[in-house]
């Protein structure tokens, strides 16, 4: 087996895929880690500092959207391996500007796949195509049930259906061209250096600024969360050991209603910046539910842990607790990307609704 790989990360300067390059540059130095990212609002490079100077990592900034960007620089690097996350990640956004949904995640994922085809004509077996997708592609579920592999896709927002049909060109691109491709799709993820957008980064952010915490409808939607760090190592295990063509699911089997996990949360945020505890939970504000609002996610991931050995590591209240501790004490970096854009976004987002 050829240990020397050129592998392209999209989408590492986002919140996994950063934890990913990370983990990557780390633990294969015998890898060249190329991290493409158009630096968006969610991209940041300050979320890679710790591993910016190493010899294996080099950042490339550009557009999945620009194909012959993408084409010139498949020809440059001739990378073995593509991990790609690049996309529009955030179902608000995609109910407010479905447009761009459709460009990042289903013309640049087929910029990617044309690309590697291109240069992948010999079909070499160390060669492979990593679709990172999520579990919103199999629609929402009732009170009881499990998302698997087979589940039939019924994507309800702009995002879960662009995200819908990028995997479904990956497969097409498996099955027409016989490109090498993988795909996983991921229940929420949490954990250090996502964005203040999504529910758990956004109401620490809150709490901590004493600002009203924004719950659409009754609190009551169900999502099962992983710890991002969990998801990079799933991500390793199937970009090593997956079979070519299939498809995995990753999920926490940790499933929470919006409100008990809010509560949860209000009390640690409490106890870490020395409050009565009851004072986070009076922020509670139930607003208008998000057009759409899938009820429920549940992952079933046996098929990952049986064939190929993963579990999640951390438990629910250990990576709360982490998650937390990370943002009180990197509140440089959330002032950082609260500032600017930001601002105007929480307005048009939560000021009007
Ligand atoms: P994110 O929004 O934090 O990061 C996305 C990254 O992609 C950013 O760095 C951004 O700059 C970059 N990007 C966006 N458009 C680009 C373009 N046109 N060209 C190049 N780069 C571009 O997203 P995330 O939460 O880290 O999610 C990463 C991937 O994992 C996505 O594909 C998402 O669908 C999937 N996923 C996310 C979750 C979750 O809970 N966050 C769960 C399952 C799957
Ligand atoms: P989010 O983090 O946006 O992830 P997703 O919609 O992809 O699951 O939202 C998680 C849950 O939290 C979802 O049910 C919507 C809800 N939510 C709120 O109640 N208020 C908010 O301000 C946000 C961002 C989300």
Redo the contacts with the bound molecule.
């Keep these: 087996m050829n240990l020397k790989k050129t592998i392209l990360i ?10 990913l390059v990370r983990l990557y540059v780390n633990k294969y130095p015998d890898y060249k880690i190329i991290n ?9 490079l300050a ?1 890679l500092k710790d591993i910016e100077d190493k010899a294996n990592y080099e950042f490339v900034k ?5 194909a012959d960007f993408i084409h010139d620089l498949f020809c440059k690097y001739e990378f073995d391996g593509v991990i ?7 179902v608000d956004r995609s109910i407010t500007n479905p447009t ?1 949904f459709i ?3 289903i013309v ?1 994922t087929t910029n990617l796949l044309n690309a590697a085809k291109f240069i992948w004509k010999e079909n070499n077996k160390e060669n492979l195509f990593y ?6 592609v199999y629609g929402s579920l009732g009170k009881t049930g499990f998302f698997v592999e087979t589940t039939p896709y019924d994507p309800r927002s702009p ?1 879960s259906a662009s ?1 819908a049909s ?1 995997d479904h060109l990956v497969r097409a691109y498996y099955h027409t061209f016989n490109l090498p491709v993988v795909i ?7 954990g250090s ?3 203040p957008e ?1 529910l758990i980064p956004l109401f620490i952010n809150n709490i901590r600024e004493n600002k009203p915490l924004p719950v659409y409808g009754k609190g009551e939607n169900i999502r099962d969360w ?1 710890y ?1 760090e969990d ?1 990079a190592i799933a991500i390793d295990t199937i970009y090593h050991n997956g079979k070519i063509g299939d498809t995995y699911n ?1 999920g926490g089997h940790n499933e929470w209603t919006n409100i008990a996990l809010i509560k949860v949360m209000c009390k640690e945020m409490d106890k870490r910046l020395g409050r009565k505890i009851g004072t986070s939970e009076k922020l509670i504000t139930y607003v208008k539910d998000r057009a759409g609002h899938d009820l429920r996610y549940a992952i079933d991931s046996t098929k990952l842990q049986e064939e190929l050995g993963w579990k999640p590591s951390l438990q629910f209240e250990e990576g709360i607790e982490r998650t937390i501790g990370w943002y009180l004490e990197n509140e440089d970096w959330l002032k950082n990307v609260t500032s600017g854009q930001y601002q105007k976004y929480y307005e048009e987002q939560y000021e009007k609704r």
């Design positions: 999209t989408g590492g300067a986002g919140f996994i895929g950063s934890h493409l990212d158009k630096l968006t609002y969610a991209g940041n979320n550009g557009d999945i959207v620009d790609h996350l690049a996309a529009e990640s955030h761009e460009f990042t995640n640049g679709h990172v997708s999520t579990d919103e995002y995200k990028s996983s799709n991921c229940s929420n993820n949490y250096f996502q964005f999504k992983l991002v998801h990753i």
